[in-house]
């Protein structure tokens, strides 16, 4: 037998010699192994491998399998990795369109031949032990991209596609006592790769574990476990079927239940009663301990098998889980780190503790199968899984639906040439997976239009496993064969839109396989998806895309580190910083999305009053026996009492209870918390941990703070040039020449006080754009309010400000035209008492007919020694009026440095709405008090809008010179519905029409 590479380009050439599909079960020689979870049946080959890397397939070097070809000479690589990520060509992010679009002209099959990449690995081994008699060796490369080729002493032994299940093969004919050479050809593109067109960053190689395992002559090939529920959910019969097993026998044991019998169908079963059921919320697991003995009745090997008892089922077009109707509190989620998709099991660990922390229930595997251990993980931690094939032919879809190719060229569509390939990769997930109580729906894969062969592969799936339904949101697209899914999917699809759609359309289960693109400043009006789920039971939920960015550290030109995206690293095509789509970020820091999806993702709903707390638990099988239920009065920033309360509310159930404390009657703002903490830590979170929280403002009406008697009023110089404002602690100088307040000090000293102001302020219109608002065009539409910020003049009329005498006051007021077509007005008042405070008014009145403003706010510029922030407002992260449910009423402090959010590519971020006051001090108590009784929005950065948007990346961004505070009437919201067209809701945006803000800031010396 013989490789031929030409093979490469056919689709039918999916394997050769490849292993059949199997469980993911593993096999010990003893118990002692079981509990120390170490195989001797197990030889990893991860480590250092010779490698040679070739542009092309006719590039790569003849003979390089024999094992007495010399590699010493080649470089050294390790595996598992990426080929990119350790020198040789380099990582490649595109979306929607195929790698070599551009470059080489092919039709579907072909691949590229100037520039196709070849990784040929060479490792010795030996093994840890002669094989006995009967015994069998394979390897398995659990993960290589996109088709292996694979040589053992210089014999071929096979051949396999799909990237992202195990290609696994026999050896035992050519393995030889001593030393062995296994010799691997992974081609980076293959006819397979056009069934791999995933919105992620390309890469190449052995990027997963390659062990070897040895088989006994007697041994359990395949596991299969099923479990039955009786109607009531009394009981349960737990059985497992062994395949494979020659010349022995099998016995089983379920901890705790005892030893399982032979049944009808030829397993062994066990019956359970008054079985814990498995969910998300209680991921309760039998432990089952399979042995398998020889004719001679020894124990050749021990599976320990995990098994979660549960039921799935779709009933009245309502997807159940123990009967149950289930909502989908779901995240997308690549596999993907800082190295790429080459996972240690401790990060995949990690990624599902970040996950639970965010209450969040389930997640897709998009849009390929993961590594193993992340469903024996999602087992163990409870986490419900759409298991998704690896399919995505994104490119050629899109040129269906927009009307460049005849449905007949959908890609696998009704090509019988493709079916192959896809029947081989949904038995490669399901019969590796079918074993994973986490795993309840099939899904097809993703963005790949529809046809027969689809049709066909759902087909199979039911047929094979019964137990689990079958998802496929193109039908959305291609409604020809509506039966390919059993629920119905979109994406991105408005709230409002799906609850018109599930008027009309009730014959099955919908849910929003992605949701809420969290690119950049995103994750606006989540809300209104979740409040639809409470009341349209068809409406089972949604999975945000997605969890974490696919960004790779980078050092620029002068050694600063950063997050490279798409086309950082010069590659062609690319699709930039569409990558970056994280409610985490790739080094798994928390964005300000996370404590959103935090709140909109918690299992309660909780009503407040100023003296009772109605709970509803929206758990479906657990109370809140492991939770204290905190609840606490504050007053601006003081915590005044702390209560736990004890509470007994049953799933699905509300009740309400009086506060544990009596209501402030005394005047003032007052805020009453109420926080649900784990009583015990978990595998997931610590003890104390908040899982759920609300908060209700209560104000008690009267004045609050003692009335202090008005200082005199100030001293009024109208001089030539300028007009000056005088107190006993500060002076401000207002121009007639430049139109503005120019000077601001505050604090006496020798030489005039300490001066606050490092620029003029000015009104702002504009922010940064957001990735969204990149998305639909805003930098083009808006631009009239960038000019706007960066240019004005004094009006006709209005060539001095206005002064006017108060009773313990001044008033100077500048009227300006803005350069807006058609023209637009703004008048700014500053009202100045005895004590230095001053109080600010703008008026807009914009054009007619302008679009409406990312901003009215004013810009105030002071020292960068001014960092310590202090607000009394929403926290503790940013939030927008569209994303602030997760927001609290209190005092926070931060430092002005790392208010800009981290988001891949700088723009609009760290505003605070409902901020009532804010200062920005530097070390020695001097600075800036803001205040706005009504409210506001609060922005304080260290740079200006126009150098935020100046910048590519975070390292691009200035020096730090200033503190730049942009207190606000609004800001329009974040949005998020999806980043390529859609806007921020209408209730989010900056009213129009004339528009009025009032705000103070005063001095501040300690």
Not at 30 to 54: C, I, M, P, Y
Not at 334 to 345: K, L, N, Q, S, W
Not at 866 to 878: C, F, N, Q, T, V
């Amino acid at each position: 037998m013989t490789f031929e590479v030409n093979r490469i380009s056919d689709p039918g050439y999916v394997s050769e010699n490849r292993m059949v599909a199997h469980s993911d079960h593993r096999w010990f020689a003893s118990g002692d192994e079981v509990a120390a979870g170490r195989s001797s049946f197990e030889q990893s080959l991860n480590g250092l491998w010779k490698f040679h890397h070739a542009k092309n397939p006719a590039m790569t070097l003849p003979g390089f399998q024999q094992p007495d070809y010399d590699t010493e000479g080649w470089d050294d690589i390790p595996v598992p990795a990426h080929v990119q990520l350790h020198g040789y060509d380099r990582p490649q992010y595109v979306n929607v369109q195929y790698p070599w679009d551009g470059l080489e002209d092919l039709d579907p099959g072909q691949v590229p031949e100037r520039w196709n990449p070849v990784a040929s690995y060479v490792r010795d081994f030996t093994l840890d032990s002669a094989l006995a008699s009967g015994e069998r060796l394979s390897v398995s490369f659990h993960g290589a991209e996109s088709g292996i080729a694979v040589w053992l002493n210089g014999d071929f032994i096979g051949w396999a596609t799909d990237s992202f299940t195990p290609s696994e093969f026999d050896l035992t004919d050519g393995v030889r006592d001593g030393r062995n050479r296994l010799a691997v050809q992974v081609f980076k593109w293959t006819a397979a790769s056009w069934l791999e067109d995933q919105d992620f960053i390309r890469f190449h190689g052995l990027f997963r574990d390659v062990t070897l395992y040895r088989r006994p002559a007697v041994h359990a090939q395949d596991v299969k476990v099923s479990t039955e529920l009786a109607d009531d959910y009394g009981s349960a019969a737990i059985t497992v079927e062994v395949t494979g097993v020659e010349n022995g026998s099998v016995r089983a044991v379920i901890d705790g239940v005892g030893p399982m019998t032979a049944g009808d169908g030829g397993g062994l079963t066990a019956h359970v009663g008054q079985p814990r059921l498995w969910s998300s919320e209680d991921p309760f697991l039998y432990e089952v301990t399979i042995e398998v003995l020889g004719a001679d009745g020894v124990v050749t090997e021990v599976i320990p098998q995990l098994v979660g008892v549960r039921r799935v089922e779709i009933t009245d077009a309502i997807l159940r889980v123990n009967g149950k109707r289930v909502v989908f509190l779901g995240v997308n989620r690549h596999e993907f780190g800082a190295r790429g998709r080459a996972m240690t099991a401790a990060e995949i660990e990690q990624d599902i503790q970040i996950i639970k922390r965010a209450g969040i229930n389930a997640v897709r595997t998009s849009h390929y199968p993961n590594a193993s251990v992340f469903y024996a993980l999602c087992d163990r931690y409870g986490l419900f899984v759409i298991d998704e094939m690896n399919l995505e032919t994104h490119a050629m879809w899109d040129k269906i639906i927009q009307g460049e190719l005849p449905v007949e060229r959908a890609l696998p569509g009704d090509r019988p040439e493709w079916l192959p390939a896809l029947m081989d990769r949904a038995a490669s997930m399901l019969e590796r997976d079918k074993n994973h109580p986490s795993v309840i729906i099939w899904s097809l894969g993703n963005e790949s239009f529809g046809g027969t062969d689809l049709l066909q592969v759902s087909d199979w799936f039911r047929a094979t496993d019964p137990t689990r339904p079958v998802h496929y949101e193109g039908v959305h697209w291609d409604p020809r064969y509506p039966e390919t899914t059993d629920i119905t999917s979109h994406m991105y699809t408005p709230a409002a839109d799906i609850e018109a759609h599930l008027a009309e359309h009730r014959d099955k289960p919908f849910i929003l396989c992605e949701y809420a693109h969290s690119m950049g400043n995103s994750f606006g009006a989540v809300d209104k998806y979740l409040d639809l789920t409470e009341r349209e039971p068809l409406f089972q939920g949604g999975f945000i895309w997605d969890f974490a960015d696919q960004t790779l550290p980078l050092t620029d030109r002068y050694g600063q580190p950063f997050m490279g995206y798409g086309g950082d690293f010069g590659e062609a095509p690319s699709d930039y910083d569409f990558s970056a789509n994280g409610i985490v970020s790739s080094d798994r820091q928390l964005t300000p999305a996370y404590q959103e999806v935090r709140y909109l993702y918690q299992a309660f709903r909780t009503a407040i009053t100023a003296d009772t707390v109605t709970i509803t638990n929206r758990r479906l099988f657990t109370g809140l026996d492991d939770l204290d239920v905190v609840v606490t009065l504050r007053r601006e920033g003081v915590t005044l009492r702390e209560e736990t309360l004890e509470v007994e509310v049953l799933p699905g159930e509300s009740r309400t209870y009086p506060l544990p404390f009596a209501a402030p009657t005394a005047p003032g703002e007052y805020t009453i918390d109420v926080a649900y903490r784990l009583r015990a830590a978990t595998a997931w979170a610590h003890v104390g941990y908040t899982v759920g929280w609300e908060q209700e403002i209560v104000a008690i009406a009267g004045d609050a703070n003692p009335v202090r008697p008005a200082a005199p009023a100030p001293r009024v110089v109208e001089s030539t040039h300028n007009i000056g404002v005088h107190g006993k602690h500060f002076s401000l100088l207002f121009s007639r020449l430049y139109g503005h307040l120019v000077s601001y000090r505050y604090g006496r000293t020798s030489d005039g006080g300490r001066e606050l102001l490092r620029d003029l302020p000015y009104p702002s219109f504009w922010h940064a754009p957001t990735s969204n608002e990149r998305g639909w065009g805003m930098q083009f539409r808006d631009g009239q309010w960038l000019l706007a910020s960066k240019s004005r003049k004094l009006r006709e009329g209005w060539e001095k400000p206005r002064v006017t005498h108060l009773q313990n006051s001044v008033e100077i007021t500048y009227g300006y035209e803005l350069p807006t077509t058609p023209r637009s007005e703004v008048d700014v008042s500053y009202v100045v008492d005895g004590d230095g405070h001053v109080g600010v008014t703008m008026t807009l009145r914009p054009g007619e007919g302008l679009p409406d403003l990312p901003e009215f706010a004013m810009t105030l510029t002071v020292d960068a020694d001014l960092r310590r922030l202090r607000w009394y407002g929403d926290g503790p992260g940013e939030n927008y009026v569209d994303r602030r449910g997760g927001a609290r009423l209190d005092v926070w402090e931060g430092d002005v440095r790392d208010q800009l959010t981290r988001y891949m590519t700088p723009q609009e971020a760290g505003s605070h709405t409902s901020v009532r006051w804010a200062e920005v001090l530097d070390d020695a108590g001097f600075g800036l008090r803001l205040d706005a009784p009504g409210g506001m929005e609060l922005s304080a950065l260290p740079w200006t809008p126009f150098e935020i948007d100046n910048a590519r990346h975070h390292t691009d961004l200035p020096p730090i010179q200033r503190t730049i505070l942009r207190p606000a009437l609004a800001r329009r919201g974040v949005g998020g519905d999806q980043s390529w067209g859609a806007m921020t809701h209408p209730e989010y945006l900056v009213p129009g029409g004339e528009l009025t803000f009032t705000f103070g800031f005063q001095g501040v010396l300690r």
